[in-house]
């Protein structure tokens, strides 16, 4: 079974609107990680938050981190077209950096 | 220049072929890692190779051989194709895992179809 189960599994909004995504685990972690994935293509990494920390930015986006509930929120900020994708968070720290990933949230944006 | 690159990008072939997928990645990292895709998106983990050695084999069945001939290289050979085995395939490459530099580089991806 996935590691990381995420919600929703879609999400449909219009642009300019917030988008936030959620991620759950099982076991403990070092890190958790959160991924863009564009119709056909491959994963971009977008950010890593370590299991000491609770909050991270980069830009539009916004991840939390909640180990004693062993959960994460991905928060896109007035969101685009262009950010429509599939985002997926995965979680690290096992032996070899070995990243464990959910089933992926898909993001709509309607201009 | 493509940081982690794949091929081909599309392999069709019939059940029983054997087939092979490259992978080569220009970014200096020590260790490579192969993904399987499957129809409904989920990623999982295949094998993960550090500076030319094995470092961790999922549960996959041994019809899938993994070759390193150098760190910046991973290919993943395939023998007696089966109809499970169609999804997509990515090679992905990091810095080793004891640097601190967790993040991995995805190459765009191998569409493989098992007819």
């Known amino acids: 079974s996935q590691q990381g189960e995420e919600d929703p599994q879609a999400l449909s909004i219009q642009e300019g609107e917030n988008a936030t995504m959620n991620c759950s685990y099982k076991?403990?972690?070092?890190?958790l990680q959160w991924y863009r994935q564009n119709s056909g293509r491959g994963l971009v990494h977008l950010i890593l938050?370590?299991?000491?920390?609770r909050e991270k930015h980069s830009g539009r986006l916004r991840v939390t981190l909640d180990t004693s509930k062993k959960s994460s929120s991905l928060l896109i900020t007035a969101s685009r077209a262009a950010d429509t994708a599939s985002y997926f968070c995965?979680?690290?720290?096992?032996?070899?950096?070995?990243?464990?990933f959910g089933g992926g949230t898909r993001l709509m944006v309607k201009p | 220049d493509t940081a982690v690159s794949q091929t081909p990008k599309y392999l069709v072939t019939q059940m029983g072929n054997d087939k092979s997928i490259k992978c080569e990645q220009n970014?200096?990292?020590?260790?490579m890692y192969w993904y399987k895709q499957d129809s409904k998106k989920f990623l999982k983990i295949m094998f993960s190779?550090?500076?030319?050695?094995?470092?961790i084999n999922e549960t996959v069945p041994n019809r899938f051989s993994p070759k390193s001939p150098d760190k910046a290289h991973l290919n993943l050979h395939i023998n007696s194709l089966e109809l499970g085995d169609s999804a997509v395939y990515f090679c992905?490459?990091?810095?080793?895992?004891?640097?601190?530099?967790?993040?991995?580089?995805f190459g765009p991806g191998t569409r493989l179809l098992v007819l």
């Open positions: 992905a490459s990091s810095q080793s895992p004891t640097s601190g530099q967790e993040t991995q580089y």
């Open positions: 076991t403990s972690i070092n890190n």
């Open positions: 938050i370590r299991s000491n920390e």
């Open positions: 995965a979680t690290g720290g096992n032996a070899g950096n070995m990243l464990t």
């Open positions: 970014l200096g990292h020590d260790t």
């Open positions: 190779y550090n500076n030319k050695e094995l470092i």
